[in-house]
């Protein structure tokens, strides 16, 4: 059975910074475009970071450039969103998704994840 598995989430302090990992189980990952998308209480879910499965080629919503990087490590079957400078509207619970041979479409809509994690949550409070 194929599994996304999300870590990392934790409470850290507004300036503070984490990093989440992906990772999968009965599946390589630079097979598919991998979103991370986020939900807070009384939200609808955001796409927050994608990488494309062919070219590297990355999307990041508007809310989090600069401050968010996504980045794959083929050997480690893993793809990381390193998240830094975070804000209290940063909290939320954080899923990653796998579109096959997918693209940014993932993150833009027109994509259609095949599989989802369960979610690490992060929460950004002093």
């Known amino acids: 059975q194929v599994q996304l598995v999300e870590s990392g989430g934790a409470l850290v302090q507004p300036g503070g910074s984490l990093r989440l990992s992906c990772t999968a189980s009965?599946?390589?990952?630079?097979?598919?475009?991998i979103g991370w998308f986020r939900q807070a209480p009384g939200k609808e879910r955001e796409g927050v970071s994608c990488?494309?499965?062919?070219?590297?080629?990355?999307y990041y919503a508007d809310s989090v450039k600069g401050r968010f990087t996504i980045s794959r490590d083929s050997a480690k079957n893993t793809v990381y969103l390193q998240m830094n400078s975070l804000e209290p509207e940063d909290t939320a619970v954080y899923y990653c998704?796998?579109?096959?041979?997918?693209?940014?479409?993932?993150?833009?809509?027109?994509?259609?994840?095949?599989?989802w994690g369960q979610g690490t949550q992060v929460t950004v409070s002093s």
């Open positions: 009965s599946l390589t990952l630079d097979y598919y475009a």
């Open positions: 998704a796998a579109e096959s041979f997918g693209g940014l479409g993932l993150c833009r809509g027109s994509g259609t994840a095949n599989y």
């Open positions: 990488i494309s499965s062919s070219d590297g080629r990355t």
